[in-house]
């Protein structure tokens, strides 16, 4: 195992060529790091199951995805409009009016440290969205693998050096390190040669590399996805008549990968209504009903059984489901309810539970769901359900909406998210660090990329098409 | 007075509908707002010459260059890119290839609270940049006046409140506060409805200010530019036989406003050799020839003393240049000079002095002179003369510059930064806490502007064209 410090280094060295490479040399890297993601599929897909029991349907799923993921990188890239040319051509005459020659364009910012994610081994990993955004970038990548799929990390790994030597390319351009020590990570994020950190993790891992980015002498971009709360609004006219439907979606979305999406509903926003009360006792039959599988790793479960705990004893919280477990990592769905007015006074029941488990607010009139909305802290996404009509009251909602989210839907469920050119993969802190970035689809390239404008350059440069030199 | 927390509340109740004002409101505004400067100009100018001292003809031309920016931003609103708007329609099939529909939009962050420079009392002011692209993106501003130009700030933010109401818009999209204790920014960052702040002035408090964004519960985006070092590197053959020529271009760019611009040239770079010798007596002389005014107050004048007396005292700086000041509140032109080993050893050296004072740096050959722009913190600017030729060691050059800077000049000097189109005025931290972004040209609104994106939108969100709801 090599150390982080050989390892950086080693990355460092080639930044300057793979920062001028052509972008159809990046293409071509891209897409055979996705071919060979295909091409080893049954022995990788089985290495993932064994080490996250996340289940070889979904696994295989994940897999395609970060296939396509590395495609579409490749096509951006291709296209080149990431890298933003802007050229202004000298105007004649006295300033305000009159200006140099200004050639503005996109620069790698350098290696990259990657953190992957426990609950995406393909997809939130080595050659996952981050990996493939900064190579994308021209930026070397640096992996730190996460101790829950440090085997299947390590192939992946090789896989991917196995095309890097194919295409006669440094094996350098893509590092791995690992080790379940915070320090390890720490040291990382800390090297003088990595000039970004792109992390999906919990609150408090997060907040610990984002204060050691900060603190460099030369502080570098934490783009840190933290946690995300996901709230779905449903309104009278989507439930309605429809509380069976609504109830089952929302269990399966709650439940799906035993509730361990970032994106996955915590809190579900209604009024006051009979209907109501039908939608909370079908949803915790369809809650009830659903199969889980075991979680990730102890911390994650017992952080589950502590969160509901925590939740389940606030005041003015009932709890309305809590089952008993099938297997010691395998929770119970839990299910709370509470009303606007207590879920916007208490920042405690506003804390993401990571697990199958969500809390029902229930408000009175149209502003206390426009109160409960305002209250979340940054998510990921918000969702609301039968705002097909132009009214004051909906754009008010979807405002509130947009104020707490970077993706707000209007059907569907929150999970599942997009690898698409307009994707906002991305909402104010905790959700982000960095809410103006997204980390899914084609704009996450745009992390890795600084602007710099170059004022009257030469010829030489300029006949380069705006490529970094 | 008003206070910090009444007119932010005020601004913020304006800020839903601000947000959602039609792009020719907006245009409207900012062009109103640059008529009513022009027209205003005289007592204006005369008002800001008896603050600051800076001279009527350059503060004419910074009002000029200020009405310009308002315009330029009220173009930039009616060709509404900046609002970025992608539209993804739905993909049919199975994910990963098949998606919802997605309509990416940037919605207003909300109310932005504007740090006045000290050194632009119109550009970097009430109705400065920031303010200018902060009302383009659809956000109310509470601006924190300078002290240095209280009379000033009133003056103008009068006028602009002349035409909101002339424009039948509501007084409280600009708010104004004001005081010279740090206590009344901190008030404002940290107050609750407060989403962005911009800031340009000194390191320590812009430190101070970047702290509270980051210590709230909410941490909001600080753009601060907070000091820059503006190397310009001047190659053999642009130096050789041109000596007097440059000399004196850099001494009247060094003491261009006594020094205080944040694009003041702060570090010369060139070769050892008989050339840099002569070009040195004649930068000292043309240097000692430069009319001064007084300082803009008296810590910036204190603050220079000091920092020349600490350059002059660390070990291989020789003092080239230390004339004795014609009065109190105007200081003498400061050279120095060190050799690169020692540069890119002693930080010290690295350090901005804001003032007219320059330090140049013999390289014995072109690897010292990539150490020492790869030395530099991050800058605003670096200049790079005489890399007309396409050749390896050019694009290194270029590369490093590129690496510490956000703006790469291949001629003229860094002092006037054009509003643009592709400008970007920014670069790593200390020039800017937001490399990615810019607080000059056309790419200023993007600060402003956070990334949305609707899944399944219905109709009537569309209809109204990507703009925010």
């Not at 105007?91 to 620069?107: D, I």
């Not at 990968?257 to 915590?266: R, V």
Request: net charge neutral.
């Amino acid at each position: 195992m090599k150390t982080v410090d050989s390892t950086v280094l080693a990355a460092s060295r080639a930044a300057p060529d793979w920062a001028s490479s052509p972008a159809r040399q990046r293409a071509d890297l891209l897409a055979g790091l996705a071919r060979a993601l295909e091409e080893g599929r049954e022995p990788l897909v089985k290495l993932a199951h064994d080490e996250t029991g996340l289940g070889a349907l979904r696994l295989s799923a994940e897999l395609d995805r970060t296939a396509f993921q590395l495609r579409r990188f490749a096509d951006e890239v291709t296209a080149g409009a990431a890298f933003s040319v802007i050229d202004d051509p000298a105007a004649s005459g006295a300033p305000p009016a009159g200006h140099p020659h200004l050639h503005r364009v996109r620069v790698p910012v350098g290696p990259v440290a990657m953190f992957s994610a426990s609950n995406f081994p393909f997809a939130f990993s080595v050659l996952g969205g981050d990996t493939a955004s900064a190579l994308a970038a021209g930026c070397p990548v640096v992996v730190k693998s996460h101790p829950g799929h440090t085997g299947l990390s390590r192939e992946v790994h090789e896989l991917a050096l196995r095309v890097l030597r194919a295409q006669l390319l440094p094996a350098v351009l893509l590092g791995l390190v690992e080790g379940a020590s915070p320090q390890i990570g720490q040291d990382l994020a800390r090297h003088p040669a990595i000039r970004a950190v792109a992390f999906t993790g919990s609150l408090r891992a997060g907040l610990a590399l984002q204060q050691v980015c900060r603190q460099r002498v030369d502080p570098i971009p934490f783009y840190g996805e933290l946690g995300s709360i996901n709230p779905v609004v449903v309104l009278p006219c989507a439930m309605l008549g429809r509380e069976q439907a609504v109830a089952t979606a929302l269990a399966q979305s709650i439940a799906l990968g035993t509730g361990q999406f970032c994106t996955s509903p915590g809190v579900i926003i209604a009024k006051r209504s009979d209907s109501l009360d039908l939608f909370v006792r079908l949803l915790e039959k369809a809650l009830a009903s659903q199969s889980l599988h075991p979680m990730l790793n102890e911390a994650i479960r017992t952080g589950f059984d502590a969160g509901c705990q925590r939740l389940g004893q606030r005041p003015r919280v009932a709890q309305i489901l809590r089952g008993a477990s099938a297997a010691a990592n395998v929770p119970a769905a839990a299910l709370f309810r509470t009303d606007a007015a207590s879920f916007c006074s208490d920042p405690a029941l506003r804390e993401e539970v990571f697990g199958p488990e969500a809390i029902v607010v229930e408000a009175r009139d149209d502003q206390d769901m426009l109160d409960a909305v305002r209250a979340i802290k940054g998510s990921l996404t918000a969702t609301i359900w039968g705002a097909d009509e132009d009214n004051q009251f909906h754009r008010a909602l979807v405002r509130a909406a947009s104020s707490v989210a970077g993706r707000v839907l209007f059907s569907g469920v929150p999970t599942g998210v997009a690898v698409s050119t307009a994707q906002h993969h991305g909402g104010p802190f905790p959700a982000s660090t960095q809410p103006f970035s997204t980390s899914v689809g084609s704009r996450a390239i745009d992390r890795f990329l600084r602007p710099v404008v170059f004022q009257d350059p030469p010829d030489w440069l300029l006949s380069r098409g705006g490529l970094p030199v």
